[in-house]
């Protein structure tokens, strides 16, 4: 069992940014793929970014690419979400998600990732 807590979410304006942490225990961190996705109102949840275990790969879905970084540091079990110039259409709530994965991979979907957080929302302002 892998207990996910995210934190770092708030209200920002268009332009701004926040790191977004997602606090993992409970199983060896560094041998989980991890992922953030987001849900706005009425909407599905989407994928945003994922990392592999060892952080060599990463995957940003295309509206994020460029502002938005992910990383991990697996020493403090943590995996981080980097946002830059925010847009009020990021606007969401946003959940970070893990999955035990001996390859060193990612994962895109929501079906990939066995393990979710809570969510923190991030409301951006225009």
């Known amino acids: 069992q892998v207990q996910l807590v995210e934190s770092g979410g708030g209200l920002v304006q268009a332009g701004g940014s926040l790191r977004l942490s997602c606090a993992a225990s409970g199983r060896t961190f560094s041998n989980y793929a991890m992922g953030w996705f987001r849900q706005a109102p009425g909407k599905e949840r989407e994928f945003v970014a994922a990392i592999s275990w060892s952080g060599g790969s990463t995957d940003y879905a295309d509206s994020v690419k460029g502002r938005f970084t992910i990383s991990r540091d697996n020493a403090k079990n943590t995996v981080y979400l980097q946002m830059n110039s925010l847009k009020p259409e990021d606007t969401a709530v946003y959940y970070c998600?893990?999955?035990?994965?001996?390859?060193?991979?990612?994962?895109?979907?929501?079906?990939?990732?066995?393990?979710w957080g809570q969510g923190t929302q991030v409301t951006v302002s225009s």
């Open positions: 998600a893990a999955r035990f994965n001996s390859k060193d991979g990612v994962g895109i979907t929501t079906d990939f990732y066995r393990y």
